[in-house]
């Protein structure tokens, strides 16, 4: 499986951008779950959200609860980041982490390469 991670960019505080996580790879693929995780310069790589197919709640950091919102699209096989009202400490680079299974690797945990998303104040 490779992912492919788009929709990072620059924004103005208070605007939106949606991150993209597309896999491809095989032909059959089921989504378990998708996790995104952010780092900012200087500092440690944070959970931001999670979104599952099956069991709990979509999870969301306190700094994004309200603001983002996590999503799959089984059918397009890619995972999505809604950002809305963007604030300047939301600035990092931004991870996909999905749980993916395929028939030949059972259920993976893979990671996307980083977007940048720079948020203006």
């Known amino acids: 499986v490779q992912l492919q991670a788009s929709g990072g960019g620059l924004a103005q505080a208070g605007g939106s951008l949606r991150l993209s996580c597309a896999a491809s790879?095989?032909?059959?693929?089921?989504?378990?779950?998708i996790a995104w995780y952010r780092q900012a310069p200087g500092k440690q790589r944070e959970f931001v959200a999670k979104f599952s197919r099956v069991g709990p709640a979509p999870a969301y950091a306190d700094s994004v609860q309200g603001r983002f919102s996590a999503s799959i699209d089984y059918t397009e096989k890619t995972g999505y980041l809604q950002m809305n009202n963007l604030k300047p400490e939301d600035t990092a680079v931004y991870c996909c982490?999905?749980?993916?299974?395929?028939?030949?690797?059972?259920?993976?945990?893979?990671w996307g390469q980083g977007t940048q998303v720079t948020v203006s104040s």
């Open positions: 790879g095989s032909t059959f693929m089921v989504w378990n779950h």
């Open positions: 982490a999905p749980n993916i299974y395929t028939r030949t690797q059972g259920s993976v945990d893979y």
